[in-house]
């Protein structure tokens, strides 16, 4: 088992910054990789970004490249989102999941964090 917890959303101005924390409990030491995602209001979930936990190799959405940047920090069990030029349109719940093999599924998430950018 794995728990998440996520924290460092709030209320941002077009333009502003946001950093996102994900703290891990639990199995770490089994995580694969971790990863970050988004929903908005009635929009369907989507991917932003992960990290795998033993290398640190980094994937993100093609959309996000250059404005959002994933990083861990093994020692203190967390995953961070540094999120920069932040557009209204990156309004939405940010989640962090853990996937615990190569080619599974996201199988633990946190509760998630409110982002809202305004313009």
């Known amino acids: 088992q794995v728990q998440l917890v996520e924290s460092g959303g709030g209320l941002v101005q077009t333009g502003g910054s946001l950093r996102l924390s994900c703290a891990a409990s639990?199995?770490?030491?089994?995580?694969?990789?971790v990863g970050w995602f988004r929903q908005a209001p009635g929009k369907e979930r989507e991917f932003v970004a992960a990290?795998?936990?033993?290398?640190?190799?980094?994937s993100y959405a093609d959309s996000l490249k250059g404005r959002f940047t994933v990083s861990r920090d093994n020692a203190k069990n967390a995953v961070y989102l540094q999120m920069n030029s932040l557009k209204p349109e990156d309004t939405a719940v940010y989640s962090c999941?853990?996937?615990?093999?190569?080619?599974?599924?996201?199988?633990?998430w946190g509760q998630g964090t409110q982002v809202t950018v305004s313009s």
């Open positions: 639990g199995r770490t030491f089994s995580m694969y990789a």
């Open positions: 999941a853990a996937r615990m093999a190569l080619g599974g599924a996201y199988n633990y």
């Open positions: 990290i795998k936990w033993s290398s640190g190799s980094t």
